[in-house]
């Protein structure tokens, strides 16, 4: 019923975090990998990439991220972006819009949203991309087992700070921490 209303009447809608059920909550929803807690990157300039499906066409006009309990010191940088979703068996991602590099907030556990430019998705299969270049400080995460990953699509590519034109994903070889706090925003303001 919900998703009825949601693509029928896209304006209601604000945002869409990665673990909404439009990106992986449900398939997270019945496995049980637990709340999201906060924890180091795993490794610098490794871009995480999270499927999401937008159900109604709309402007993207903010990425946000979620703190851990470590903010950011002044330094560090990260780069949020959206793909487009490959092809069945590709390997290979178009960027479409990211934030580029943008110094990581320093308030700890907190959300923090970044401009983009207002970029139309059309309703279709998307990847939210998280790329931090380095693991001193904290995000905060939800780490599935690594076959439930592969079941949801979750990829990686390493070297990709800042977020490539194109992205050649992999599965993760191991489990990989999720990004719980990412997502897009359809305002301009909270």
Avoid: H, W
Wanted: proline share 7%; hydrophobic share 40%.
């Amino acid at each position: 019923m919900i998703a009825e209303v949601r693509s029928r009447v896209p304006s209601l809608v604000n945002y869409i975090p990665a673990l909404d059920y439009d990106g992986i909550g449900t398939d997270l929803s019945s496995a049980g990998p637990g709340a999201p807690a906060s924890g180091a990157y795993p490794s610098a300039n490794r871009a995480i990439f999270v499927p999401f499906f937008l159900p109604f066409g709309e402007t993207v006009k903010r990425l946000f991220y979620c703190n851990g309990t470590t903010g950011g010191n002044g330094t560090r940088a990260i780069d949020l972006g959206i793909y487009l979703a490959p092809t069945a068996g590709g390997t290979s991602l178009t960027k479409l819009v990211s934030s580029g590099s943008t110094v990581i907030s320093a308030t700890a556990s907190a959300t923090a949203y970044i401009d983009i430019t207002d970029t139309f998705l059309d309703r279709g299969e998307y990847y939210m991309a998280t790329c931090c270049d380095s693991i001193t400080t904290t995000q905060m995460f939800i780490t599935p087992t690594n076959s439930l990953q592969r079941a949801m699509g979750i990829a990686t590519m390493n070297t990709a700070f800042v977020l490539p034109a194109t992205a050649t994903i992999v599965v993760p070889a191991a489990g990989v921490g999720i990004p719980a706090g990412s997502g897009i925003s359809f305002r301009a303001t909270p």
